[in-house]
Each structure stands twice: as structure tokens, then as C-alpha cells.
């Protein structure tokens, strides 16, 4: 398979790649590690504030009782090594023996609380951050959706980003927990004898460096192949969609898409392979190390015994701080690592995030207008991202309130693209669109929209009930609902469907149906008209249609919609020649305006389109 068709494989190395990522860097991520906490721990509040201050709260307590019951282990040694007879030895270790165990069960019991709030919060941060994704995806501008790096940004979000704020959320709280524990031992330990603490560090860094350097490993493999990812997760998608079902087999496309989809897919694995090799030699390393700092530290507290630096009960207790505290300090690693992990990725999420509310429509400055008397297109200008020509370049057009304006041109001119400009999805590059004299650049998008009813070409069948797929989530009662299905001729569509408007329209789950193409569109062709706004929009909204349905709903159209304004974009050139204005559009330009008959007598484009067609039926 050659990387042209695959440009993402063309990296020859993931970790070449990744060499590019300074800002992934332990100590880039170290730097914005409280920052990113910060947040985390904001998101925690906002989800939970009692969950966030008992976790917190009982960890701390926790900590303290793990020095205390330490501290008492030394007076059971002490008592325990004295001299005398052992009954006598026994009870005089007593009372210590007894705050001992009572440090421990108190410590376990605020243990498990700080535990089980730390699990109700989990649930809590991942709804706010799912939330808050979704509710930002569905918010940006359209543009973005023809944007690939603005795709990656999502799929990075998506994959493991989105996890983010609950795994910041968690491994903020255990390295509190494992700090807790260090600064219980350690101080401990330090009270014992200076020394000891210096050692204790050395033997669990190597073991710790193994951790983050195998973490960071992880993160930039990902990072590097999310876009093989995401063209892998498309074709087996197309592999096991049911949209594509039927043109995979009569296209015998599945040998062609198995080869590509093996390719990418091998690549991955050969990256995931020299990744696994990597860690295992970085773990490796940083255990054996780890052993020779342990080891140095046994060999001190021997010395400082046998020099009689320290009594052998304080020695005692040494080792069990020292355990106690290795045993911390491992926790800590482990989740500092776990912490710079998910600190990578929960990067993502929070830039993800703040790309996305960068593509946030503008705040209105001016009123959005309801209705208006004329609408005009001045000298607009539209790319689509990373595109080489614009889709439109200069176009100026004017639509009066109740008239007919029809777009035609060849395939590919810019009707879609224009039209979508007129209904407030693109903001133009250059030029302004105006409701009267208020330059749409300015308004609330999101109200604007409320008054522009658009049937799209490429509708979306919504797997809801054929109601929702015409109210849209609306309510304006059924008598509009079913007006606005008689336009479009889905009542018939209804009354055939076992639960009438109530049928799900999707095959994936159990009673769902399907429609047709053409059933489909007339329920799309129902949704524009059960939209209430005085500008109504049609790309092709008859493409599908039979003969029967295309003439009712042009008769609809022809006396004006039901009072509405139209911009009428069809390829159907008989539907168009009552329109008031036709705008003929070539490369992004328009070249010819006026009404059919002016047209017919310019003898240019849309003649020569118009007659091919006539003669077709001649
Ligand atoms: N989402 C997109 N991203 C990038 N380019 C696009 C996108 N949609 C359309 N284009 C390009 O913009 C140009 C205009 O497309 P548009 O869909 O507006 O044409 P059209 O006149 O509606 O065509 P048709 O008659 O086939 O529906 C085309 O060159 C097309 O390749």
C-alpha cells in the first residue's frame, strides 16, 4: 500500500516524531503539573465539594496517626529489649502495644473513608468532564468539523483525554495519601537518625525514573499515532458499518480495504512492539539500581548499630519506618508517575478544550434580528480550512423578504457552501451578510439560526422517532407536526410504519425500521417546514423524491412556502424557471443573474444547462 494514500505512516519513526514534543517534556510537565492539579482539583470541588474536603481531610488524619503509631512502636521495642524477666517485659510494652493498634485501626478506618470518598468523587469528575467536552463540540463552528488537526485535537481528547480529570482527580489524591505516609515515616525516621532519610530517597529514585520514563514513552507513542489510529478507526468502521455494509460487498472492496487496513495497522504494532522493548529495559535498569540503593540502606542502619550510634530498639523501629516509608515513597512514585501520565493527557483534554472554546462563535455585539425586508450578500469571500482555492470568491447577491431566489450552477460551484454562509454555519472570510443593515458577523449565530429553516442535502436520518425528526426536540404541538408532514408528503411515510410517527428510525435496535432514500428526505423536507422562520432554505431537497412528491412540494414552494422567503438550490432546472432571481454560479463565482426568461435570452450558461435539460424530455 503506498504512503501517499497514507501520508500518516510516512513518519518514519514514532519517537522522531515525538522529539518534536518539547513541551511533553517531565519537566514542561512538571511546570504545568500544578496548574493542571489546580484545575483538576477545581473540577473536583465543582463536582463534589464534601466528597473533595473529606478525602483530603481524613488522608491528613491518616498521616498523623501513622507517625503516632510508629513513634509508640518505639516505646513495645524498648520495653520489649530492656532487661528483666519477660512476663515483667510484656506488661510494660503494654500500654505502648495498645496505642499501637489503636493507631492502626484508626488509621485503617480513615483510610477506607478517605477511600470510598475518593470513589464517589471518580463517577462525579467524569460526568463534569464529559459534559463539558460534548457541550463544547457540539457548540464550535461548523468549520472546525473540516479541520484534520482540530480532528486530532478531538480524537486525543476523546481517547484518553476525557479520562483525564477524574485519573488527575485520583492520582492528586493518592500522592497526597502517599505523602502523607513519607512525611509520616520520614519524619519518623529522621527523629531516629538523620542519615537514614538520604538513603531511603536513593533506593526508590531509580525505580521511579523507570516509571516516568516508560510513562512519558506511552504518551508520545499515542500521541504519535493517533492519526494512524484515527485512519485505522475509519476504515473498520467501513468494515463494520451498516451504512457501508452493502457497497463493501457489491464493491468486493473488502480485499482492498483489509490490505490498507493492515498496513496501518501493522505499523502500529511495530511501534507498540519497540515501545514494549524499551520499557522492559528501563524497568529493568531502574530495579536493579533500586536493589543497590536498598541494599545501602541496610548496610547504613548495620553500621550505625554496630558503631552504637543507635540502640538496637530504635534500630527496630528504623526498620519498620524504613519499610513503611519505602512502601510510601513507592506509592508516591507510583502516582506521580501515574499523575505525569494522566497529567499528559488530561493536557489534552484542557487544550482540547480551550482550542474549542477559541472556536466558539464570537459574543453578539448587536441584537439579532427576527425577520428582515432584505437580505444581502455583499462581495463574500469562504475557504475551507487548509483548502488551495476559495469555495466562493466574491459573491454578491440580494434576496428580497417573500421572494423565490433560486442557486443553480454545476457541481462542485459553491451553492452548498453559499447556502450555508445564508444560514449562519460559515462566517464569510471577507465580505459581510446582512439582515437589513445588521451584519450577521455581529449577532447572536445560535438565534439567528432560529429563524432560518434550512432542508439540507446531506440530511442527517436522526435514529429517533419520526416525530423527533421533524420537531427536532421542539414543541409546537401536534397540529404543526403533522401540518408540516403533510407538505412533505411523510404523513404517508408515517401511516405505513407500525407506530405511526412514534416508530424509531433506526435498524440497530429492536422494533427500529428503516426508510428510503426518498422516505427519508420527505421527513427532512417535514423538519424544514416545521421550523417557524421566515427564511427557508432547500439544497436539493428534492433529489430523492419521486415524481408525485417533487411536484407537490415545488407547488409549496411556488406559493411561497406558506408565506416564507425561499433560497432554492437544485440541479433541477423546470423546478426553477418561477423563481424571482436566479443566481448562476461557476468555480465560486457568480457569473449570471437575473430571471429565467433574461437568462434564456443571455444565451449562457444556465441556457445551455436549461436546454440540455429540455431536450432530455423532448
Ligand atoms: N467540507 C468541505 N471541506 C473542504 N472543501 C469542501 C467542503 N465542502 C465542499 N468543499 C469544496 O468546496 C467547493 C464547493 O462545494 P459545494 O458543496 O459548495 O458545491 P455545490 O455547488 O453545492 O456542489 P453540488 O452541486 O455537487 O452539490 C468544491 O470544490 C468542494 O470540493
Redesign the pocket.
Known sequence: MNTAELPELKTPNWFALSGNLSDIGFVAIARKLPSLIRRALGMAWEAGPRDTIAVITLNLLSGVFTAFGLLATTGVLEALFSVGPTPERIRAALPSLILVATAAVLRTALQAGAGFSQARLRPQVARIAEERMYGLTSQVELAA??DPDFHDALQRARNRGVDGPDAVVDTTLDTLTALTGILAAGGVLGLLHPVLLPLLVIAVLPDGWAAIRSARMNYEMSYALIPARRRKWILADLMARREAAAEVRSFNMRGFLMRMYDTVARAEQNVMLDVAGRQTVARLVGEALGGVGTLAVYVALGLLLGLGIVPLAVAGTAVLAIRSGQGSLQNLMYATNRLYEEGLYFTDYVEFCAEAERRLPGVPSADTPAAFERITVDDITFS????E?P??RGVSLHIDKGEIIA?V????????????VLAGLYAPEGGRVLWDDRDLAHVDTDALRRGIAVIA?DHTHWPLSVRHNITMGTDRGEAAMLAAAEVAGADQVAAELPHGYDTLLDRRFKEGHELSGGQWQRVAVARGFHREAPLLIC??PTAALDARAEHALFERVRRHADGRTVLL?T?RLASVRYADRIYV?D??VVIEEGAHQELMDKEGVYAELYTLQADAYS
Request: aromatic share 6%; net charge negative.
Open positions: 468539523y473540516d475551507y480550512p487548509g483548502a482555492t469555495a466562493l442557486l450552477g454545476e457541481n462542485g460551484s459553491g451553492k452548498t457552501t453559499l447556502s450555508k442535502q439544497d436539493e438550490i440541479h454560479l468555480r465560486g
